[in-house]
């Protein structure tokens, strides 16, 4: 194995959290936590850019993972949460009470997987369908993110 498999593989298991024995998806999606609160430090022009540069990222290097483990989105492989997750963040500022509800609003959405984010998981191949699936259900989330946000001083009585 080359030093840039072993790269690869250490990116896509988003630096060991995928060979976590439970749940490797859950583990990627909180190791986004981090990437989050730094990108959350910088404009909003480069916080998109690098999200759009992570996702170029786990697309190409989950499509070389692919190869290396000789199957398709292997559960090693949590780059694609970490790239749904930071779609799931977008416009959002870093709190405690949106890190929860975007960790469960992603989570929710990428393991239950209602349409169209269960027909991207199962039709579409190579390491655009192993990221695909994260991206939509990290919009899902998105939406339901900013719309709980919205409204949550509206039925709370907080003011914002």
């Known amino acids: 194995m080359t030093a840039l498999d072993r790269a690869t593989l250490a990116l896509t298991s988003w630096f060991g959290l995928g060979y976590l024995p439970k749940?490797?998806?859950t583990w990627g999606t909180l190791g986004?936590?981090?990437l989050w609160w730094a990108l959350s430090r910088t404009?909003?022009?480069v916080s998109l850019a690098a999200t759009a540069v992570l996702i170029a990222?786990?697309?190409a290097t989950s499509a070389r993972a692919e190869t290396l483990y000789g199957s398709h989105d292997v559960g090693k492989i949590v780059i694609d949460e970490v790239a749904g997750f930071l779609i799931t963040v977008i416009g959002v500022p870093f709190g405690a009470r949106q890190a929860v509800?975007?960790?469960?609003?992603?989570?929710?959405f990428d393991i239950l997987k209602p349409w169209p984010i269960r027909w991207?998981?199962?039709r579409v191949g190579g390491g655009f369908g192993v990221v695909l699936d994260d991206l939509i259900a990290g919009a899902f989330a998105c939406a339901?993110?900013?719309a709980g946000l919205w409204a949550w001083p509206l039925l709370s009585g907080e003011t914002a």
């Open 32 to 34: 986004a936590l981090p």
């Open 57 to 59: 990222l786990a697309i």
């Open 43 to 45: 404009s909003w022009p």
């Open 120 to 122: 991207a998981d199962r």
């Open 23 to 25: 749940a490797p998806g």
């Open 144 to 146: 339901l993110l900013h």
């Open 101 to 108: 509800a975007a960790f469960l609003l992603f989570r929710l």
